[in-house]
């Protein structure tokens, strides 16, 4: 008796580990984890920093290169880039999710990116890559591609020699200041349960620049490279986020793949799409409220255009909302009778004041076609590490990107359940706790 009471006390003990553990497992059928990239499960977990808003601040001092990347994202623009000798690879990326690449599986952590396609990890021999990387040689299907396919063109590849075949080779920049060298290859992806065979990626075998994210890069865009192009039927052209709060590091978000076990009742506005930017998510923002005021905005600032590439845009790899100078303007004016000054700037954030005064400041609602999303305060305002100013974290645009492209941005989707379904060209918005 003793022998099995002590057994089952192990069990017991085990069965509570994992429980407690939120490291220790994926969630059922096609859902992963999506984590912090500074987060307790992350690889990625630096030394504690010294404050969650210097944390977030770091994160978003980077906005003004991503947004500045995304505006260059044009459809026929074939990026061809040296790499050349560069800086040490940085953490880069808000939030990974845990994949297996090859047979067996490989555990890589990727970046989780709606607003790019392809994509890529570091592999074995890499120039300038982290210490984890990807073996082709020890996985049973990898191949690699040839520079004539069809695969090959759409990541821009470099021409095929005059004669004779070759290795898909294809250069890429990336987050503004950054850039990589990659073969196309193929291997099976491991999503959760799920087995996705003959997946095409970038075996990247060089970087420049501290911008790439070291585990490499998992591409949700729009374009026919990106997994839900590649998985097809598997997940119906159908995922969904939550992304969990930065402060949560003891929790983690969830992705959904596939059509089944989303929201049922959620709300949606159209997704638009530009020949020019094909691989964004844009939607129609038709208005702003600050408080029960509906800003004044021209139309213009607000239109879609898909000819330019202007218009808003749902991004995950963006920290910060930004809007265009005009309507960044706006709402700043309407907010700042509401709420007591002086304002003081603090890094990206020029609307800063005295933590006592947030209870007066006005929630902040953005109007798209078909539904409406007020933020709650905690997506709206970031305090400094002694509590004692609060920022208002929203900002403009940088003056140096062209068109005139809105984002919203991870921190402003935090704790909300977003739904993409790209084969009936709608997006979904519902509150949700991503713990």
Known sequence: MDFI?????????????????????????SDLLVIPIYGKCSPFNPPKPDSWFNTVMNMASKDPARVKYLSSLLAQKTTAVPIASGQQVLNIGNYVVRVKIGTPGQLMFMVLDTSNDVAWVPCSGCTRCSATTFSPNTSSTYGSLDCGLP????????SCPATGSA?????????????????????????????????????????????????????LGRGPMSLISQSGALYSGVFSYCLPSFKSYYFSGSLKLGPVGQPKNIRTTPLLKSPHRPSLYYVNLTGISVGRVQVPIAPEYLAFNPNTGAGTIVDSGT??????????????????KHVKGPFTTIGVFDTCFDATAEAEAPLITLHFEGLSMTLPMENSFLHTSAGSRACLAIAPVPNNVNAAMNVIANLQQQNHRILFDVINSRLGIAREACN
């Open 5 to 29: 009471a002590t057994i089952l006390f192990l069990a017991l003990v085990i069965s509570s580990a994992k429980a407690l553990d939120p490291c220790g497992s994926q969630p059922d059928d």
């Open 319 to 336: 920290v910060v909302t930004r809007f265009v100078q005009p309507i960044y303007k706006a709402i700043r004016d309407e907010f700042v």
């Open 151 to 158: 695969q090959c063109a759409q990541v821009h590849g470099l």
């Open 167 to 219: 290795a898909c080779s294809f250069n890429q920049s990336y987050g503004g200041d950054s850039s990589f060298s990659a073969n196309l290859a193929r291997d099976s992806l491991g999503l959760a349960n799920d087995i996705v065979p003959d997946f095409a990626f970038g075996c990247i075998n060089a970087i420049s620049g501290g911008s790439v994210p070291p585990q490499g890069l998992l591409g």
